[in-house]
Nanobody, 127 residues
Framework: HVQLVESGGGSVQAGGSQRLSCAVSGYPANKFCIGWFRQVSGKEREGVAAIDSDGGTTYGDPVKGRFTISEDNAKTTMYLQMNSLSSEDTGMYYC??????????????????????WGQGTQVTVS
């Protein structure tokens, strides 16, 4: 069965960097879209970045130019490199996946409705 396991969260100082990982196992199809989402206390979960099986990437406006999503050669681990972090980046970060299709439009890639599989989340705290 499909499993997504996030890691790499923790505390970091403002202006610093952190890299999150999402280990993906149990791929049911070669085409996929994998996204990173975050939820700040009191706010709705928002899409941060997404990458599809062809390597196409999409970013949310608040993180453009600061965050980079990537995948390893085996496409079993997805990364979110986060630079120039601020307190506004504090939150629980989740990776999510949908298989059988690429990410599609930007709104689809950063929306939650099409994602079927979710990880348990990893906390990022910027102070």
């Amino acid at each position: 069965h499909v499993q997504l396991v996030e890691s790499g969260g923790g505390s970091v100082q403002a202006g610093g960097s952190q890299r999150l990982s999402c280990a993906v196992s149990g791929y049911p199809a070669n085409k996929f879209c994998i996204g990173w989402f975050r939820q700040v206390s009191g706010k709705e979960r928002e899409g941060v970045a997404a990458i599809d099986s062809d390597g196409g990437t999409t970013y949310g406006d608040p993180v453009k130019g600061r965050f980079t999503i990537s995948e390893d050669n085996a496409k079993t681990t997805m990364y979110l490199q986060m630079n120039s972090l601020s307190s506004e980046d504090t939150g629980m970060y989740y990776c999510a996946a949908v298989f059988g299709n690429r990410c599609g439009s930007r709104s689809t890639a950063l929306g939650q409705s099409d994602y079927y599989y979710w990880g348990q989340g990893t906390q990022v705290t910027v102070s």
